[in-house]
């Protein structure tokens, strides 16, 4: 099963500021790797897939990159309504096991 | 715009079965896209646990393979998750979401129901 580890565990940030998200996986997996975004009592929205290609609706100020073992999500400029738990997904040979990071809190 | 809504018992008990339905609106089950099951728990994240083609076709996590079962009812425009011999171990927030393939991505999800295992 490939592992995927995100850092920080939570970030402290301000509105307006630019925040990047990492994402490590334990194999390479090529860019197969998606972005969510999980607000509290909701369930995950999808802002990445292809490890760079935005999601329908998704804002513009939302990036994703990276190929094998190393991706980024960046927020270029933080909204009010980024404050989030954000989680990356490995789909690497699917149908293998399908595996997500542990999340990274955005808080203010 | 697809929209699934999960439905099953909140409490199950241990060592029996865990019985959620996902009802699918906004588009046929025959689409082309797999139906899946998520669940989130405290101690685990976010996990996969499998997910059904139409047709019928599955695809397990292997760490639940053994203990699985999930079905499509087109009639019905559902489909199932069955998990067996729960445990504590179980309770989670349980998701049903659209899998898009070639990029395995989850596209459209439900809003989650919490299902507690518990004596």
């Known amino acids: 099963e490939i592992v995927m580890t995100q850092s920080p565990a939570t970030l402290s940030v301000s509105p307006g500021e630019r925040v990047t998200l990492s994402c490590r996986a334990s194999?390479?997996?090529?860019?197969?790797l998606a972005w969510y975004q999980q607000k509290p009592g909701q369930a995950p929205r999808l802002l990445i897939y292809?490890?760079?290609t935005r999601a329908t609706d998704i804002p513009a100020r939302f990036s994703g990159s990276g190929s094998g073992t190393e991706f980024t999500l960046t927020i270029s400029s933080l909204q009010s309504e980024d404050f989030a738990v954000y989680y990356c997904?490995?789909?690497?040979?699917?149908?293998?096991?399908?595996?997500f990071g542990q999340g990274t809190k955005v808080e203010i | 715009q697809v929209q699934l809504q999960e439905s099953g018992p909140g409490l199950v008990k241990p060592s029996e079965t865990l019985s959620l339905t996902c009802a699918v609106s906004?588009?046929?089950?025959?689409?082309?896209?797999?139906w899946s099951w998520v669940r989130q728990s405290p101690g685990k994240g976010l996990e996969w646990i499998g997910e059904?083609?139409?047709?019928?076709?599955?695809n397990y996590n292997p760490s639940f393979a053994s203990r699985v079962t999930m079905s499509v009812d087109k009639s019905t425009n559902q489909f199932s998750l069955k998990l067996h011999s729960v445990t504590a171990a179980d309770t989670a927030v349980y998701f049903c979401?659209?899998?898009?393939?070639?990029?395995?991505?989850?596209?459209?999800w439900g809003q989650g129901t919490l299902v507690t295992v518990s004596s």
């Open positions: 059904i083609y139409q047709s019928g076709t599955t």
């Open positions: 194999q390479s997996v090529n860019s197969k």
């Open positions: 997904q490995q789909y690497f040979n699917w149908p293998r096991p399908l595996t």
């Open positions: 292809d490890a760079s």
């Open positions: 906004g588009a046929s089950i025959t689409r082309d896209n797999w």
């Open positions: 979401a659209t899998l898009v393939v070639p990029a395995a991505r989850f596209d459209y």
